[in-house]
């Protein structure tokens, strides 16, 4: 076990997601030696506050990453195809939270609670997955190893801070106009239900293909029977997803919820006649993912439907991008 | 055919559904000779307008129905159950927006498009089916009827206006008051995700439970299978569906299409590359059900993944009950 300090670079630190992952650095008490932000021109200049200490944003450059041992990406796909390779030239791990690494052979996808091993065997970067699949992942992984999955259908219930700032920025600007300013997009999202990006023959969503590719990845399961509508909602944060599944094997309810109720991560919150169950408002700032609503499917052997939310900021991006940094910490996976 | 104008009654008038029954008669043009407007004392002397004309809701007595034909209910469930049979034994044929006489084997659950020949075998009161119900059969129809289906899993994106005035009312509140103020219950709805009331050992919602049971009724199949899971959110007017089911028989998507497209009462809006797809807003003040989204589910043989939205106080209630009138009117159903 290493417990010595490095040095961590936050890569997009404007962000929403950015500026979660130093208030989780901090929060999580992770050892760090030297800190420093980065993002692009227009965000350099910009002043954070980390353990009671003012730092300023970094325009990032090719040698932005010599003297960084971690560096956590949450700052678009351009970047992260520009300057990950950087990055890793310069033996620094890269943690990135976007989609473009996350289905390459060469880099592990991981969330901690789910497939922490897949973190060694990574060749400069470690992707972590969509928001939506983590919360999935964490609450199948119980499900998964004692009672196995036959099939899932999974429809979400997603917060438009997955859009980041400017989704936040639309669904306040419509809500104080009765008139309803559309931002991009043909859709207002104020009181409404919208789809992300479609532009797959399939018909799927961008976020639909995610989470369908990067769940069977991390399961190390490549035949997973999945189905999923991914559906954007006028909330501000936490992602929930109603999920149908059928197990392989008989399982009771009790036996479920105990599995559920030990694994780390996961909150039971399974006790609807008392109007216990998750929330998505319930669920934002924390860093845990929470299950409820356990019910037996009658209309098919092994059915069960269940409830999932999560902080799709925190657990579904930047409590997650920390807690690989942690392993790769810990394990003193920088030789590679 | 009977074109004579009858007497219509409303029954809780002053209520968000009783509102928009009086405002389709009108946009209907439906052949009112009299119309009366009754409620309870407490909305008895609010004045609402029909044609032009102003009229003052009524308080409602034993006496109320000896002069109407058709009277449509949506006053709450001791109305429904107190004064139906009061109405019936006026001879005035009541058509029930309410819950409590939906599953009576006597008493017929309608959606026009779907079932409209069960109307036919009343003894006095007819049904109108549960908003998420109906928007659910009209989709489902000309598929069951021309793939057959073998099982569907349902989950549901409902406008907080399905709990009446005092649901929007909360919304509205705890949208100007960061604070949050909780009307009943313990979760706030704003920018939340919320469950219908669940009172059942199975750990259903009652809305579960009613569009479980009800689709199978107005199917005529006992046997459906079905699994369904109630969402409530914060949006104003329309409910969205997505429907993930197995069909019976192969089926290509654009035969699918065709079907659908032809089917009267449903709007195909199925061009998602150009963000062409159904939304609850899209919806809202209109009477058709919209359908889109439709892709193939590959975890399954003959699977399939669709969106459908409507208006939930019109096609899922007041259209509805007055197009059950209109069978009712044209008919002649009125000796029974």
């Not at 901090?26 to 003012?54: C, H, M, Y």
């Not at 579904?316 to 030789?335: D, H, Y």
């Amino acid at each position: 076990m290493n417990n010595n300090p490095v040095n961590i670079a936050i890569v997009g630190a404007g962000g929403l997601v950015g500026r979660t992952m130093l208030k989780v650095l901090e929060e999580r008490n992770f050892p760090v030696a030297n800190i420093k932000l980065l993002a692009s021109a227009r965000s350099a200049g910009t002043i954070l506050t980390f353990k009671d200490k003012e730092l300023i944003i970094e325009e990032i450059s090719d040698s932005s990453f010599e003297d960084v041992n971690i560096a956590l990406f949450s700052a678009g796909k351009d970047v992260s195809i520009n300057y990950a390779p950087i990055a890793v030239a310069s033996k620094c791990v890269v943690i990135d939270n976007g989609s473009y690494w996350r289905m390459n052979e060469k880099v592990p996808l991981v969330v901690p609670e789910v497939n922490p091993e897949d973190a060694e065997r990574h060749t400069g970067i470690i992707a972590n997955p969509n928001c939506s699949t983590i919360q999935l992942a964490v609450a199948l992984k119980p499900i998964y190893d004692n009672f196995g999955i036959n099939r899932l259908v999974v429809s979400t219930y997603q917060s438009i801070s997955g859009a980041g700032q400017k989704g936040l920025d639309k669904l306040n600007s419509e809500l104080q106009n009765s008139d309803f300013i559309h931002g991009s997009g043909k859709h207002r999202i104020a009181f409404n239900t919208i789809f992300h990006e479609i532009t797959e023959e399939s018909g799927n969503s961008v976020e639909e293909i995610k989470m369908m590719n990067e769940l069977r990845k991390i399961l190390h399961n490549e035949d997973l029977r999945i189905s999923v509508t991914c559906v954007r909602l006028p909330i501000l944060g936490g992602h929930g997803e109603s999920v149908n599944l059928v197990t392989e094997k008989h399982f009771e309810l009790e036996d479920l919820r105990d599995v559920l109720r030990k694994f780390q991560g996961i909150i039971l919150a399974d006790d609807p006649i008392n109007e216990t169950y998750p929330t998505v408002s319930a669920s934002d700032g924390h860093d845990e993912v929470t299950v409820g609503r356990l019910r037996i499917d009658e209309s098919v052997t092994h059915g069960l439907n269940m409830w999932i939310t999560a902080d799709n900021l925190r657990k579904g991006a930047a409590t997650n991008a920390v807690q690989i940094a942690e392993i790769v910490q810990t394990k003193n996976l920088f030789n590679y």
